[in-house]
């Protein structure tokens, strides 16, 4: 470091120097009595400075605008709008300055003004952002993450909607289009979530064996890159079945949902399954992914360990499948019930 020298002021020494990344002159408290130790401290502080001096010189637009573009590229396409809209948030909050000078302070306020908006607009901001200065640690660009010293947004943790049998009845009878009414059943009797469905292909079903093997390709990752294998129960196998014999020159790697031979966009079946909500009267506010909780919530019910149902699920952490251990207590409860005279 140029120009640096300890002083003493008061009952600690303190270190004067010029930061060559900043261009101005700082000074830092060492919080040692004695010159021996502030002279390991200044030893141990010019090693972190020159540490710095090796990073890669990068602008907070410009590391965001590279990585939006890394995520684009190798991850999902719904993790990388997520990301896109946390990363222009932002750009939007702060200033273009080197990445290296943004503090932890100036992303918490950020995270905190999110959070009032919406605790999940909150918490998903932390969540891409964090995972996303973990990547300019390893490309070189900052030394340590600023999340580490920001404690995530706490969010309310409300039980899950769900769909039952009888309100599926409803929603496809009020759904005119036939392959949407076969992706519906689908999502209800596998629990696949809807990214996973619309890529699903023949190749990875198998009616012999009764299984459906959720798995990683070249065009399609799931979430977590967890791969997993569902069983086909008796609705589900008819349904196959019946499709199957509809598809003229069926080729292994075809997908099992199409639209007029083109692969679904998850935007179009989510808009249409809402319709289908409304036509039908029932909670306006059930979306697609209330299926996948409509096919845990029956397992559960049925007294299926949540563990098993994390597994069928492809949850990471038994943490995020515990949400149905409600349903388990309330099966509990009936069940004592019954035994009232």
């Known amino acids: 470091m140029k120009n640096s020298f300890l002083f003493k002021r008061g009952k600690y020494f303190h270190l004067e120097f010029f930061d060559e990344n900043e261009g101005k002159t700082k000074r830092v408290s060492t919080k040692c009595t004695t010159k021996g130790e502030a002279i390991k401290f200044l030893t141990e502080y010019s090693e972190k400075q020159k540490a710095k001096t090796l990073l890669t010189p990068k602008t907070l637009y410009d590391f965001l605008t590279e990585y939006e573009n890394y995520v684009k590229q190798n991850l999902t396409s719904k993790y990388a709008e997520n990301v896109?809209?946390?990363?222009?948030?932002?750009?939007?909050?702060t200033e273009n300055i080197p990445l290296r000078n943004l503090t932890s302070k100036a992303l918490e306020d950020f995270i905190s003004i999110a959070s009032k908006r919406s605790k999940y607009a909150g918490k998903q901001n932390y969540n891409n952002l964090r995972s996303a200065f973990n990547k300019a640690i390893s490309w070189g660009y900052i030394e340590t993450n600023p999340f580490q010293k920001i404690k995530p947004p706490k969010i309310p943790t409300n039980n899950p909607l769900f769909i039952n049998e009888q309100e599926?009845?409803?929603?496809?009878?009020?759904?005119?289009?036939?392959?949407?009414?076969?992706?519906?059943?689908f999502a209800f009797h596998t629990g696949m979530r809807l990214s996973e469905i619309i890529n699903v292909r023949w190749n990875q079903i198998s009616l012999i064996d009764r299984i459906?093997?959720?798995?990683?390709?070249?065009?399609?990752?799931?979430k977590g890159k967890k791969e997993r294998v569902i069983p086909i129960n008796k609705t589900l196998y008819n349904m196959l079945q019946s499709r199957f014999p509809?598809?003229?020159?069926?080729?292994?790697d075809d997908l099992l949902f199409t639209k007029n031979g083109f692969k679904f966009n998850g935007n179009y079946v989510s808009k249409k399954f809402k319709m289908a909500v409304r036509t039908s009267?029932?909670?306006?506010?059930?979306?697609?992914?209330?299926?996948r909780h409509g096919f845990a919530s029956n397992l559960v019910k049925n007294g299926v360990s949540i563990f098993i149902v994390k597994e069928l699920l492809g949850h990471t952490d038994v943490k995020t499948t515990q949400v149905y251990s409600h349903l388990t207590m309330d099966s509990l409860k009936d069940a004592v019930k019954a035994l009232e005279g």
């Not at 409803?170 to 519906?184: A, G, H, K, Q, W």
């Not at 009267?281 to 299926?291: A, K, Q, S, T, V």
């Open 84 to 93: 896109y809209y946390s990363c222009k948030e932002l750009k939007g909050y």
């Open 168 to 185: 599926l009845k409803l929603i496809l009878s009020n759904e005119p289009n036939e392959t949407l009414r076969d992706v519906y059943l």
């Open 212 to 222: 459906i093997q959720v798995s990683n390709t070249k065009e399609f990752t799931t």
């Open 246 to 252: 509809k598809i003229i020159s069926l080729k292994k």
């Open 281 to 291: 009267g029932i909670n306006p506010d059930l979306h697609f992914h209330n299926l």
